[in-house]
C-alpha cells in the first residue's frame, strides 16, 4: 500500500457521461494537487485479482479546472478500458501523481497557425488547448504569444461521436482564433447529417487550401488513430511540411 500512495494519487470518479455504447466522458477528483499542461496525458489504472492494469489518456481538461477531464473509448477485448467503462461517480481510481507527455501548443518555433488534426478521443488536448485559451482570452489575459490560429479538423464515423462539437462550435462562432469541423466517415449511416464528409487524411489537402495554412508558417498535430496518423504525416510532408512542424500522439498501435 505504501508504494501505491507514493505513485498515485487517492483519486476518484466524480462523474461519468456516456456519448455512446462505447465512448464515454470521465472526470475525475484527483484527491491532491495535480499539475499538467494543456496537451499532456495522465495514466489511469485500476488493481484487479492482484494486477494492476495502467494506460495513458489524453486530459481533456484545462489546467485551470479543478477536476481532471477525460474521454474514453472502450476497446471490447482491452484490459483496462471495459473496467474504466464500469465505473460510476464514487468509484476510486488510481492516478500517477505526474502528467506527462510533449503533445503541448508549439509556442516557441514562430509558426503562429496550428493545424489540429484527430480522430475521435484524439480530440481530448484540443480540448485541453482551447478550454485554456479561451480562459486566458476571456479574462483578457494575452492567450498566447502573437497572433496565433488553431485548426482543428475532428473525424469520427458516426455524428453523435463529436463529444465536444457543441463546445467547440460555440467557442468557434465567437473566438477569431478558432476554426473546428467535424467529418463523418459513415454518412450513409448519419442521414441527419449536413456536414463534411470523409476521413481526416482525405481532408487535410483541402482545410490547408480552405484555411490558407502554410507549412513555414504551421505545426500540424496528429492524434488518435494509428492510420490517420500515418497517412496524415505522409501528405503533410509531400506538400512541404518538415518534420520538426509535425507532432504527433498515436494512441495505440495496429497489428501487434
Ligand atoms: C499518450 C496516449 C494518450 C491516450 N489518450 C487516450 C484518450 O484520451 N482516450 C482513449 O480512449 N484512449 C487513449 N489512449 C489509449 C489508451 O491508453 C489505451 O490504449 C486504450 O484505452 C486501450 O486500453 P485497453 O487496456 O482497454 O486495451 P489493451 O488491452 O491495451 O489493448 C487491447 C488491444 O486493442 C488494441 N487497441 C487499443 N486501443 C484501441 C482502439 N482505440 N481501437 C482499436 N484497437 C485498440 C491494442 O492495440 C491491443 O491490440 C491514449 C494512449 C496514449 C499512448
Redesign the pocket.
Known sequence: MAAISEKFLPARIVYRRDISEDLFILKVDPGAPFSYLAGQ?ATLGVELDGQR?E????L?SSPYEQQLE??????P??????LLHAMHAGTPVLLRRFAK?R?TLDLRSGRKNHLLLATV??V?PYVSYVRTIYRDWKNGGAPMPGEHRLCCLQGASLAHEFAYREELEKIAAEAPWLKYVPTVSRPWDNPDWGGEVGRVDDLIRKYVDLWKLKPEETTAYLCG?PGMVENGRGILLRAGWKKDALQD??????G?
Request: aromatic share 24%; with cysteine; glycine share 10%.
Open positions: 496525458y492494469f494506460r495513458a489518456y489524453s481533456c477525460f474521454f474514453v473509448e472502450r476497446v477485448e482491452g484490459k483496462l478500458s471495459p507527455g503533445f478521443t484524439g481530448a488513430h500522439e498515436v494512441y495505440f498501435q495496429t501487434a
